[in-house]
């Protein structure tokens, strides 16, 4: 069965970057849109980050545009969200998802000094 797996949350001071990954098994990964969600408390879930199945198409949210690069290693069956110059805004669960339907559980990141 499909699954996604995030991982890289944490704790980081304004201004500083962290890097998410998320693994993905049970389909044949270089064929779909991989995408990065996130869901701040009492706010909505949130499209951030998309990227093709070769990697070639990029799309980024207009909050993260120029901060957060996503990137994916077929060869590893992994996606890549690196979060540069984070703000307190910044601060939600990050979710990996396939098609709007499968989702993984979460990686929680905080930005607080």
């Known amino acids: 069965q499909v699954q996604l797996v995030e991982s890289g949350g944490g704790l980081v ?4 970057s962290l890097r998410l990954s998320c693994v993905a098994s049970g389909f044949t990964f270089s064929r ?13 879930r949130e499209l951030v980050a ?5 990697g070639s198409i990029t799309n980024y949210s207009d909050s993260v545009k120029g901060r957060f690069t996503i990137s994916r290693d077929n060869a590893k069956n992994s996606v890549y969200l ?3 110059s984070l703000m307190s805004e910044d601060t939600a669960v990050y979710y990996c998802n396939r098609g709007g339907v499968y989702w993984g559980r979460g990686t929680q990141v905080t930005v607080s000094s």
């Not at 998309?50 to 070769?54: K, L």
Request: charged share 15%; glycine share 16%; no cysteine.
């Open 13 to 16: 001071q304004p201004g500083g």
């Open 50 to 54: 998309s990227v093709n199945g070769d």
């Open 32 to 44: 779909y849109y991989i995408h990065w969600y996130r869901q701040a408390p009492g706010k909505e």
């Open 82 to 84: 690196q979060m540069n």
